[in-house]
Every structure is written in C-alpha cells, then in structure tokens.
C-alpha cells in the first residue's frame, strides 16, 4: 500500500493577510453585537433657513415666517440593562427629542424595570398655520372672543355715504382693513405608568391631557333684531380655547386558560369661552348711531365617565368564549348663554340644558374550530342609547328676526338587540362556503317630550299630551346570506 502525503507552505505575507481578515470579521461581528446591546447615543443641531413667509410651506412646521430657525434632536439611553447585563440588570432609560426649536417638537422621557414596572412622560407640539392672508376691519385678536369694529367705521354702503343696506366700502373703511396670520396650537402632555403586581395581576394607567389653542375661519350670522339687518354675515377667527383631559385605569388578571380586564375611562373637556362677541357691520343703527353687539354661542362643558369589563374563556381547546360591557354616562350642563333682546320671544324654561345620556354595551361570542375545515360562531350584542335629557318647548326667533318658532328639544334614546350566526367550510385550499344569519331589533323614544301651546303672531304652536319624538318606534330585521368564494391565485378570485 503506498501513501502520499503532501504538505502546503504559507509565506509571511499570506499569513498576515488571514490574519487581518480574521480580524476584520470578528470586528465586525462585535460592532453588530454592540449595536444591538449597546445604546448609541446622538445629538444633533442645525439652522434652518427660510427664504419668504409662506403659511402653506410651514403649515405644519412652523417654518411659516422667513429667517433662520434653530432646529435639535436627541436621543439618549442608558441604564443597568445596557452596563451591567451580565449580572442580570434590567433597569432602563431613554430620552428624545425631535425638531427643537420648531412647533412640530416633540420630547419624550421613559424608564422602566423588565417584567416589573415602567413610567413614561410624552410632550408633542404642533401648530397648524392655516392663513397669512386674512384681512378683516374687525379690531381683536386672534384666538380672543370679542370682535368690534373702529368707532368711525360706519355703515356698509353702496356709495359710501352711509345708506344702509347696500355693500360698497369707502376709503376709509378700505383703509381700516389690517393683516391678521389663523392659526392652531395643539399641545398634547401624556403620563402612562405601568406595574406588575405578580405574573397574574398587572396595573396600567394613561393620563393625556390635551391644551388647543388659536382660531378657524367661521362665518358669524348677524341676528335681525337690534336694527340689523338680518342675515348679515362676517367672516370672523371663531376661538378654539379647549383643554381636554382623558384617564384611562385597567386592572388585568391572566390565567392559564382565562384573561379579564377590568378598566375605567373618563373624558372631561372644557372650553375657554361660551360665547363670541362680535359686531355687525350693516343695518339700520338704532338710537346712538351705534350698532349692538351680536352673541355666537361656543361648544359646552362636557363630562363622559365610563366602566368597562372584558374578559375571554377556553370552554375547550378549540372552543373561545369572549366578551366585553360597559357603562357609560355623559353629562353636559353649561348654562345658557343670554340671548340678544328679540331672538327670544318667551324666556327659556330652564337655565341649562342638564344633559344626561347613559349608554350600555354588551357583546358575548363563541367561536369553535373543532375541524380544520369547519369554523362556526355565535354572537349576542346589545347597545343602548338612554337620553335621560328633559324636553322643553323653546320659543324664538330665526336669524332673520321673523318666522317664529315653537320647539322642543328631542332627547331621543335608542336600544338595538342582535343575534349572529355564522359558519365557515373550507371545502378545500382556496374554496369555502359561508352561510350565516342575523336576526335585529332596534327600538326607539323619549324619555320626556314637552307639550303645551302658546299664541305667537296669531298662530297657535303646540304638541299633545302623549305625542313622542318619533313616528317609527320600532323596528325588525332578519337577514340570511350564503357565499361560496374560490381563490385562484393571489391577483383573480370568484365570489358567488
């Protein structure tokens, strides 16, 4: 038997050459490693330059006016987790910033410990330039809520020479008109928090509170009382002066075969100004010479609070038991604004409305896939809609100061019952048959609704004793479908 044997030699250079490969790809391998467990850390800073004022370059920016303009973002992150991993640290924390010194700027701000509890704190800013090109006579400011015109204003006339009821401007009035920039400022602050109480039970908490700022264009429609003439409308910055506050709070249990979820949320908005106060521009003065001021009512306080429950079951290994309810009542009470003298015509009944409206929901489906093929379900649903508002007759004036009216408000309420079920076959790879039904029942009235009668202008205004706020008090529906649907590849199917 004879044996060869054979033998290679590397030369120094060929030997270094390896060696600085090896280098290279264990370097390499260590920075991906490091970049995925280490924290790379960053700073940045710049200026900004904007040739022209542009509302529609910065609408969302804030690079709306021409100059130079600071701009930084950061992120940075630390803690036990990044430096001492190896002897089993979780702990961490980060910090960013994003368009510093721009009105798009957002900071954000979080620690937290792995599988025990986290806080977080979010801020985000964000104007929205809608216009620097509005022009109005109107003295006051933008996102304020009182609007009057200069004392030697005067009438809106054809010649200019104060004969009301006619539309041409003179020079001085052309003269008065001044540049005023619409804008909203949205400023959203937001804390969440997070605790594991042990490997069932957990905690979180959401707070958001919510600061809008600024104005929209509205047009404001002067009443025909007071020697205006009715129907005289202005284009005029209608005030967004909101401060939204949103909780959310959940409770939630997981089980081996279970999870249920027990959480509250509430909504409470407020608004800066009931009312804007402006003046109308044409219209036959009354003694004085001086036309009154007109009254455009705003959004109203409102309250929501809400209770909810979820929760879902195994019954079996391929059999599911999910289902969700809730509890809800929204308040609204603000009192009436009072009305310029003749858009009433008998005083309100009451000083607010007192609204109050309950809503409950509850949903419960089954779904069992014991087959690969077959996949059936079952669904109950309820939703009601309870307006628990009073109903009172209201008696005023249109805009134009005529044409009486004689109304209740309509607190309708709502409750809808369903039953759905539904089955799935799948005959084979890209073919299955469906076949399902529904049945529902919708109902709907008033809790309350005002009757009685009054004489305006000779006519007589009223609803009987029993009358209800609608004509279709109820309502049912079944429905039953079928389908077969073949799927041929991804771009043709067929559905029947």
């Not at 804390?191 to 908490?205: D, K, T």
């Not at 284009?235 to 979820?261: E, V």
């Amino acid at each position: 038997m004879k044996t060869n044997q054979y033998s290679m030699r590397l030369s120094p250079v060929a030997i270094a050459v390896a060696l600085a490969l090896t280098a290279a790809t264990a370097y390499a391998d260590d920075s991906e490693v490091a970049a995925l467990t280490q924290p790379t850390n960053t700073v940045e800073v710049g200026v900004i330059q904007v040739s022209k004022d542009s509302a529609k370059f910065g609408e969302y920016t804030g690079l709306n006016q021409s100059g130079a303009y600071f701009v930084g973002n950061l992120n940075v992150r630390g803690g036990r987790a990044y430096t001492d991993k190896d002897n089993g640290g979780t702990q961490r924390w980060s910090i960013k910033a994003t368009d510093i010194g721009l009105t798009s700027r957002s900071v954000s701000a979080s620690t937290s410990e792995q599988g025990e509890w986290s806080i977080g704190l979010d801020y985000d800013e964000l104007r929205h330039n809608l216009s620097n090109g509005y022009q109005t006579p109107y003295l006051g400011t933008m996102g304020g809520n009182l609007y009057t015109l200069p004392s030697n204003f005067g009438l809106v006339t054809t010649s200019g020479t104060g004969a009301p009821g006619t539309n041409a401007l003179s020079a001085a009035q052309l003269a008065a008109f001044q540049g005023m920039d619409i804008a909203t400022t949205r400023k959203n602050t937001a804390v969440n928090a997070s605790l594991g109480i042990n490997s069932r039970l957990s905690l979180n908490f959401d707070y958001n509170h919510l600061d809008q700022t600024g104005a929209k264009l509205m047009g404001f429609g002067a009443a025909g009382v007071g020697g205006v003439s009715g129907e005289v409308v202005s284009i005029l910055p209608m005030p967004t002066n909101y401060k939204t506050d949103n909780i959310t709070l959940a409770l939630n249990w997981k089980g081996d075969q279970s999870h249920l979820t027990v959480g509250y949320f509430g909504s409470f908005f407020r608004n800066g100004f009931d009312r804007v106060g402006f003046q109308a521009y044409a219209g036959t003065p009354p003694a004085g010479g001086v036309l009154p001021m007109q009254t455009m009512t705003t959004a109203p306080n409102n309250d929501f609070n809400q209770l909810n429950l979820s929760g879902a079951y195994a019954l079996a290994p391929k059999t599911k038991l999910v289902g969700n309810f809730s509890y809800a009542q929204n308040t609204q009470n603000a009192s009436f604004v009072a009305p310029e003298a003749g858009t009433m015509v008998l005083p309100a009944p009451v000083a607010s409305l007192n609204g109050k409206v309950i809503n409950t929901h509850a949903d419960v489906k089954v779904t069992d896939q014991t087959t690969a093929q077959l996949t059936l379900s079952g669904a109950l649903k309820y939703d009601e809609r309870d307006n628990q508002t009073a109903s009172n007759m209201y008696n005023f004036n249109a805009i134009s100061g005529g044409n009486t009216a004689f109304y209740p408000n309509t607190p309708l309420s709502t409750k809808k019952s369903q039953l759905e079920l539904a089955g799935d076959y799948k005959i084979k790879a890209g073919q299955v048959f469906h076949a399902g039904y529904v049945h529902e029942d919708l109902n709907r009235w008033c809790n309350s609704y005002a009757t009685g009668s009054v004489t305006t202008s000779g006519a007589l205004g009223y609803y009987p004793a029993g009358a209800n706020c609608v004509v279709a008090k109820s309502s049912r529906d079944d429905r039953l479908d079928a389908s077969y649907r073949m799927k041929f590849n991804d771009d043709v199917d067929f559905k029947l």
